[in-house]
C-alpha cells in the first residue's frame, strides 16, 4: 500500500513562493509518474503538473512559468516550487503516484494566497 504525505503548504501574499514537498512510501516511486493537483472550493480537481520517471514533465497552461515539478528518486520525494503566487492559486494540493492501474493520493495540503 502505497502512502503520500504532503507538505509545505500555507498562507503566502501574491507574488510570494511556496515549496510543496509528497513523500512516498513503497518501492514503486522511482517508476511511477508523479503529479500535484489541486481544487478549490467548487471547482473540480485539476492536474497542475506531472513528472514522467525519465523526469519528463507537463504544466497546466495557468502555471507555466511559475511552477516547477522535480523528483528525488533516492528520497522517494517530488516536489512543486510555486513561484509568483497568485490568489487564483489558492487551494487544496494533491500529489499522485500513479504506475499501470495503481493511483494513489495524498491527503492533500492547503495552500492559500492573499494578502
Known amino acids: 500500500q502505497v502512502q503520500l504525505v504532503e507538505s509545505g503548504g500555507g498562507l503566502v501574499q501574491p507574488g510570494g513562493s511556496l515549496r510543496l514537498s509528497c513523500a512516498a512510501s513503497g518501492s514503486i516511486f522511482s517508476i511511477s509518474n508523479m503529479g500535484w493537483f489541486r481544487q478549490a472550493p467548487g471547482k473540480q480537481r485539476e492536474r497542475v503538473a506531472a513528472?514522467?520517471?525519465?523526469?519528463?514533465?507537463n504544466y497546466a497552461d495557468s502555471v507555466k512559468g511559475r511552477f516547477t515539478i522535480s523528483r528525488d528518486n533516492a528520497k522517494n520525494t517530488v516536489y512543486l516550487q510555486m513561484n509568483s503566487l497568485k490568489p487564483e492559486d489558492t487551494a487544496v494540493y494533491y500529489c499522485?503516484?500513479?504506475?499501470?492501474?495503481?493511483?494513489?493520493w495524498g491527503q492533500g495540503t492547503q495552500v492559500t494566497v492573499s494578502s
Open positions: 513528472i514522467t520517471p525519465g523526469g519528463v514533465t
Open positions: 499522485n503516484q500513479a504506475y499501470r492501474t495503481i493511483s494513489s
